[in-house]
């Protein structure tokens, strides 16, 4: 290729993304219909707590109050594990295809209202409208779905044994995901024959709430599925009842130790789904472009409050400065703001005190050494928002690279070889995910092996399906939600 | 043994330029395809992508009656005069002399086709000799297009010296170079065949998707590859070179996706017709169209549009 000299130009060329052509507001105006009140959904009705508190869901966005959500305590929870254990008897005793067809409504319904639900999300959790519109909400409507299936098809799934529900299971799901991480919860316990007591967690309640008006639709039996609102103090009711057969948690590994150590010595199971500080590990032969947009997309979907997200990007040194140059153009036109306006790339983070953690960390990471790059970005005067982060120079033994920040910031280290990326990468408490992006086959399979997480993504991030299994190694916990093995976690077999 | 010449000219090139994901190029695009433009913004992209117009016939039964309404289409698009007349007509070099008498004094410029195209399998000489009678002709811009046999062979250096002769005959008038992207067939070589021609261009000269004349044009997938490249290029160089998508870009919404591509790519200084073309001819219409339901609030029926431009 002939080779020109570069102009004095060269030096000072920069891309300019102003404001020439600025996009009006694009807000989303589906009616999310709210209740000003949510109530607790056990034995198939909305009632009062009985504990006769209540607590506030505000909109992250703009700091303002959506809707009163009861307080569930002891009585109420013990209450919803009754109306479970009432219900389970016959619940088991139907024919997988008759629970299958509960499901398929329950998907189909969801499916109706999916604007709704999706406009509902958003507001309560501060995530982008096309993030819950074309992600959660029809992911969620896709786990109803792939579980409906099997649920008539329950003697295939374990070749030469057979499967039994378990009984009354307890689950507590975060607040990132709060519909997509309760179908992932629901759907195979309900397709296996068990019940269900779930507490959202308290900042995003009401798509659960909403969702106990579709399984009234659907016609779910009674007691089949029970909502219990409320904080900690509830989610550590829930999982430590007598009467849970099982139990699920998705969200910290400091609350996932908290409630192993509360069961231990029990015979109640357990899948946790807990941390992670996953390595996006970016090899000189990748195709660069589209790994910078793996990296965004590993990094800020969901303003980085994904516990599988690629907090730590570990590049080829020979391409590190052209991935940084890279990033920072990228990131520059991500659109920070208003959750419910369609064009919104960051919205909302989730609440003031991830906020302030992520504020924190990333106080950790100047004192330390680290260089931070955040693009001019004007935010929002009220509601919690925090700009797209960048740190360069980081190393192993930084805090913001050994600690889950769950927000907008991602880590941004180097290697020389494959080995010292292995090593890398593999050099945390945690393992749920790694990203590789090369463009050599072999390598992606030495990585996947080598690589201590639950999933690996080759030259892609944070792409999920319900037939695969999702779960982690480590501090990061153990059983699989998604395909045949996470249905596995909700059967005896015999 | 070693790799042919030609398979290695062909991994150094493709090293040198870097590799292109396919199925992370479709995601990126993916999310232009849901960007919600309304309002303001949207008249002020539907105004300048007609500006950015390249209004195209070329067929072989063109006459100088269908080149005379192309060309007062081009100049007043509309009645409503706060529309602005498109950026250029695109013809073949035997009607440039009635094209350019058609736009006489109105700043919209001719565009010739040259270069034996669509195929470009003819003598070199034949085809720098082309170009040379369309500048003559008073083509302010020439749209050729590459020696796609080559390319695919692995001649690389033989491609781009092509290339460089071409801008040579073109004089003053700038050059658009025409990559026929689906025969190239992969992301990579177009990723590489932008780098070659870049190579040998000047400022202001453009690379182009496609002729129009095979059965894959301008995609959004393509347009990024290229704009990338152009990107890539402008960094490393400081040399800016213009994007011309063509074929395949027949309604205003898919017009604006592109421009939202070279926004959120290029950026602000790429929204003008001086570095960003649309090849198109039905195009027009559906732009207009949009702007008078922008401007009334309802849509207008199709014969309130002059179909100047339209091939029959």
Redesign the interface.
Known sequence: MATRKKQPAARRAGLIFGDLWEFDPAPETADPKLKARYDLFIGGKFVRPRSGRTFDSINPANERKLAEIALAGAADVNAAYAAGAKAFGPWSALSGRERGKYLFRIARLLQDRAREFAVAETMDGGKPIKESRDFDVPMAAAHFFYHAGWADKLEYVAPGRSVAPLGVVGQVIPWNFPLLMLAWKLAPALAMGNCVVLKPAETTSITALKLAEILQDAGLPDGVVNFVTGAGETGALVMGHPSAAKVAFTGSTEVGKAIMRQLAGTDRRMTMELGGKAANIVFDDAPIDQAVEGIVNGIFFNQGHVCCAGSRLLVHEPVADQVIAKLKARIRVLRVGDPLDKNTDLGAINSAAQLATIRRLVAAGVSEGAVKYQPPCILPEKGFYFPPTLFTGVTQSHRIAREEIFGPVLSILTFRTVDEAVEKANNTPYGLSAGVWTDKGSRILRMSTELKAGVVWANTFNRFDPSSPFGGYKESGFGREGGRQGLLDYAKLT | MLPSKSHAAHAR?LD?V????Q???E??VAKFT?????????V??LR?AVSMTDLTTLEGKDTPGKIDSLCRKAVRPHDDPSVPSVAAVCVYPSMVRRAKAGVAGSGVKVASVATAFPSGQTHQRTRLAEVRGAVADGADEIDMVINRGAFLSGE?SRV?DEI?EVVEACGAAALKVILEVSELETFDNIRAAS??AM??LRPGDFIKTSTGKTTLNATLGNNQVMI?AI?DF??????AIGMKPAGGIKTAKQSLQF?IAV??T????W?TRKRYRFGASSLLNDLLRQLEKERTGAYQAPYYFSEAAESY
């Open positions: 090139l040198e870097g590799a292109v994901d199925v992370g190029v995601e990126r849901t960007r919600s433009i309304k309002k303001a913004a949207k002020w992209g300048m690389f781009q460089a780098f070659l190579g040998v990338e990107r402008y960094l490393d160089t400081g040399i421009l926004k959120e290029l950026g602000d200084a929204l």
